[in-house]
């Protein structure tokens, strides 16, 4: 029985009142910037060209297949594929930069947003060789989180991927996000069928998962080739 049920009048268990809720704020475009990294509302015009630089030195198009779209075969196609479907607010697309150097390394996006009741999900990840097991990685999605909970109010950020997709599985249980079940049959991409896996956290695990990003992510968890000293541990 879950512990955020009681009665009501009739007697049946329903969920608590959430008489103060009040509707969140979609997310914004505004750049989100950590140590590391700084996530840049995405610009074709600006980002296309070194985005698609980043994502070929994946010669094995190793990170495309998992994706419901790519490789692409030319930057032409890339760009007609980013102004198709990243130029709106749902999904949200962000650039990762390299605070470093400037170099553009990945991608991720804000997608199912949905204000009213507190749930958005993070989706269209795709992290180039230059970002992958860096933690500019950890830190993008960090800052992601901060955004929908510290800044927006959310109560529940979702994970979802296929459930054949390992990596992006243990990703998530890494990042702090807890398994919630797999949808059998739930969609066909590329002419595959897709069970997805479902994870996500809710307001109420972000304390001590911020408290332990935070533990990571600082100067003193990393040695002078910029390795980490212990994991991160949420």
């Not at 930057?75 to 605070?99: C, H, R």
């Not at 003193?220 to 980490?228: A, L, R, T, V």
Request: charged share 20%; proline share 5%; hydrophobic share 40%.
């Amino acid at each position: 029985m879950s512990i955020e049920s009681r009665n009501n009048a009739l007697g049946q268990l329903v969920g608590l009142d959430l008489d103060n809720w009040q509707t969140c704020q979609p997310p914004s475009p505004e750049a989100m910037i950590g140590r590391f990294c700084r996530l840049e509302s995405l610009d074709v015009v600006k980002h296309a060209k070194c985005l698609f630089a980043a994502f070929s030195l994946d010669l094995s198009h190793h990170n495309w297949t998992y994706l419901p779209y790519g490789p692409f075969e030319d930057l032409t196609s890339f760009i007609k594929w980013l102004n198709a479907y990243s130029t709106g607010s749902d999904p949200l697309f962000y650039v990762v930069v390299n605070q470093k150097n400037g170099e553009i390394v990945g991608m991720a996006s804000y997608l199912r947003i949905a204000p009213a009741v507190g749930a958005i999900e993070v989706g269209h990840i795709h992290f180039s060789p230059k970002m992958q097991q860096t933690p500019m990685a950890t830190e993008a999605m960090y800052l992601m989180m901060a955004r929908v909970f510290d800044e927006l109010g959310y109560r529940r950020y979702e994970w979802k991927c296929d459930a054949l997709n390992a990596p992006s599985k243990k990703a998530a249980t890494r990042f702090g996000f807890s398994y919630e079940g797999m949808w059998r049959q739930a969609t066909i991409y590329k002419g595959r069928n897709r069970d997805t896996t479902w994870f996500a956290m809710i307001d109420s695990d972000w304390p001590g998962i911020k408290k332990a990003y935070q533990t990571w992510l600082n100067l003193g968890n990393f040695d002078e080739n910029g390795k980490q000293k212990t994991r991160l541990n949420c």
